[in-house]
């Protein structure tokens, strides 16, 4: 089920508008994760999906990454995509439980 939840500011990732939205879920592991559209732009129905999207594809928790050609792993290293809801294009940056878009 998601649910809409009070805006809160995010350490490390710019400010949050004073529009923001945010909506909360549950993963398949039981984890509170969250999609915030700092944009506040993208539609509801799409917004839904999405985060429903993400869960299913257990894309929410602590991850490690490398560098090309490096030799360590960065645990909770924010992972960054594209995404398009509707006619626009959105970055997407995922950080353990939270994922968040941004402007493109």
Request: net charge negative.
């Amino acid at each position: 089920m998601v649910q809409e939840s009070p805006i809160v500011e995010e350490n490390g990732l710019p400010p949050l508008c004073s529009g923001a939205v945010i909506l909360e879920g549950m993963t398949k592991r039981g984890k509170p994760c969250r999609l915030i559209d700092n944009t506040a732009s993208a539609p509801r129905e799409e917004l839904v999906a999405l985060l429903n999207d993400l869960i299913e594809q257990e894309h929410f928790g602590p991850s490690g990454l490398s560098v090309a050609g490096g030799n360590t792993i960065r645990i909770g290293a924010p992972q960054s995509a594209h995404v398009q809801l509707g006619e626009h294009i959105y970055r997407m940056i995922v950080v353990d439980y939270s994922a968040r878009l941004e402007s493109f």
